[in-house]
């Protein structure tokens, strides 16, 4: 798993990295809020551990830009332990909140429990969308039904014979993937491609539609 760190002392952002590796995380620094959201742009970051007081942008601040697209665990820094501190920190996005000083092994037990808590949540999320979703191919803003054999184009149903429908369904099965019209010829109509302006003219019918 991979763990960002944004503290603005050093010090304490190379302590906390030291006993993550020891644990197998992969350890990413930044020094404020604004280099912590580049950093979470460019990799896939799995917990932060953000401290709330900082330069530029502070741990609040990029909270709630992180909330805005990400829902990984977030863990707060803070030298304040005031109850009032915490509630506010955990109101706006935060899952766990520690004050320094601080016991390295209790971080440690605190974002080893985040992580297993988000992987137990994610598993059921995609366990769920899976059986849910299995009769159903979504490729930008086309949407294919395999049970009801219907097709929705930007929110709008259309109308496909069954081999037109058989031909999205290959390519949107694998989308991305360039076939030959003699691959979908064989595909679809399951036997040596004859004629593949069969295909052409099923293609283009159902760009009309």
Do not use: C
């Amino acid at each position: 798993d991979n763990i960002l760190i944004v503290e603005d002392e050093i010090e304490i952002a190379r302590a906390i990295e030291i006993y993550l590796k020891s644990q197998g995380y992969h350890v990413y620094i930044a020094n404020n809020g604004e280099a912590g959201l580049e950093i979470i742009e460019q990799h896939d970051i799995h917990l932060a551990i953000v401290d709330v007081m900082m330069p530029i942008m502070n741990g609040i601040e990029m909270t709630l830009k992180v909330r805005e697209k990400y829902d990984f665990p977030i863990i707060f820094l803070s030298a304040k332990s005031e109850d009032i501190d915490k509630i506010t920190g955990l109101n706006l996005g935060a899952d766990d909140y520690v004050t320094k000083p601080f016991e390295p092994m209790e971080l440690i037990a605190r974002v080893n429990a985040n992580i297993r808590r988000y992987d137990q949540i994610m598993l059921l999320k995609n366990k769920s969308i899976s059986s849910d979703n299995d009769h159903r191919l979504i490729v930008g803003g086309l949407e294919l039904d395999k049970y009801t054999k219907e097709v929705i184009v930007n929110d709008k149903t259309v109308r496909l014979t069954a081999k037109e429908f058989q031909i999205l369904e290959l390519l949107m099965s694998y989308p991305g993937r360039v076939y030959s019209a003699e691959e979908i010829y064989q595909a679809v109509w399951k036997e040596e491609a004859i004629n593949t302006e069969t295909i052409m003219v099923h293609i283009r019918l159902s760009l009309i539609h």
